[in-house]
Every structure is written in C-alpha cells, then in structure tokens.
C-alpha cells in the first residue's frame, strides 16, 4: 500500500468550492488535464455516483478511469474508488473552513490517495517504480487542487 497527501489553500468558501469540485459535468471546465467526463449514474453528487474521467497524461497519451463515490458527508468530506491496471485507488478529499487569520473564509483542500495492488504485475511494479509512481501522483494531485482554487 503507497499513499500520497496534498493540501492546498483554496481563498473560497467551503460550499463554493465543494460546489465547483462535485460538479462533474463541468469538470473539463477547470481541471487542466481532463478532457472528457461521462456520468453514469443520475441524480446529485453523493455515495454511489459513478462517473468515467479521461485525462492527458505527461507523455500525452489519454487514460481514463472510472470512479465510485464510496462516502459522502457534504461539505466536509468524500471518498473516492477507482480500480487501476494492476492496482486499486481510494482518494479522500477533505474540505476545512479556515476559520481564523489572515485567510479566514478560505478552504484548506486535502486529497490523499492510498493505492494497494491487486496483481503480481501491480507488485512488482509498486516495487520497482514505487517512489517514482509517488512523485508522478504528487504532482498530478497538487495540479489538480491548483486548478481547482484558480477555479474556485
């Protein structure tokens, strides 16, 4: 199991930026790598939304994964799965209200993604690449949570 952490500050309030970050729809809007969104389950965002997500990867080829909201507790929190090539991701995002200093009613934006392989391949892998793989998925969760306060 890997895990990688990333909080950001976001100068929005909680329900904007929970706003801007659950709507799926518009994901492509803001989010820099995204480049097609596919809902599959109706009805608002919350435990047991499914959505498919494609992305432009550094090398510039596309990947696309598929998502699951496991819990839900607006504003405040929700929990993430998607199932990888070789390995299994779970993403909590977690959204605080800064409520004192010099940034008060801004939003501290954290997201950690826990990853356990699910294959041999995934192992092995995990093992060979593993604090490369960590690095490539800090920077792809920190553009994200940049891309979401320019949004927000």
């Known amino acids: 199991m890997s895990t990688v952490a990333v909080t950001r500050l ?9 706003r801007v970050f659950t709507d799926l729809a ?11 969104v596919e809902l ?7 435990a047991g939304t499914v959505w498919r ?3 432009t990867m550094a090398d510039g080829g596309e990947i696309t994964e598929e998502f699951r909201v496991r819990e839900c507790a607006v504003p405040e929190r929700f929990v993430v799965g ?6 299994d991701y779970r993403m909590t995002y977690t ?4 409520i004192e200093g010099r940034h008060r009613g801004g939003t501290m934006v954290t997201v950690v ?5 699910t294959a041999p391949a995934g192992r092995f892998l995990a093992l060979v ?24």
């Not at 976001?10 to 929970?18: D, F, K, L, Q």
């Not at 998607?82 to 390995?87: E, K, L, M, N, T």
């Not at 690449?129 to 927000?152: H, I, K, M, N």
């Open 10 to 18: 976001v100068e929005a309030p909680v329900v904007e930026v929970w």
């Open 26 to 36: 518009r994901r492509c809007e803001w989010l820099s790598t995204v480049t097609r």
């Open 40 to 46: 599959l389950t109706p009805g608002p965002f919350g």
């Open 53 to 55: 997500e494609t992305r």
């Open 82 to 87: 998607s199932p990888g090539i070789g390995a």
């Open 95 to 98: 959204f605080v209200p800064v």
């Open 113 to 117: 993604q826990d990853g356990a392989p």
């Open 129 to 152: 690449f593993g604090g490369l793989a960590a690095r490539t998925v800090e920077g792809a969760l920190r553009r994200d949570l940049d891309d979401l306060a320019a949004a927000a």
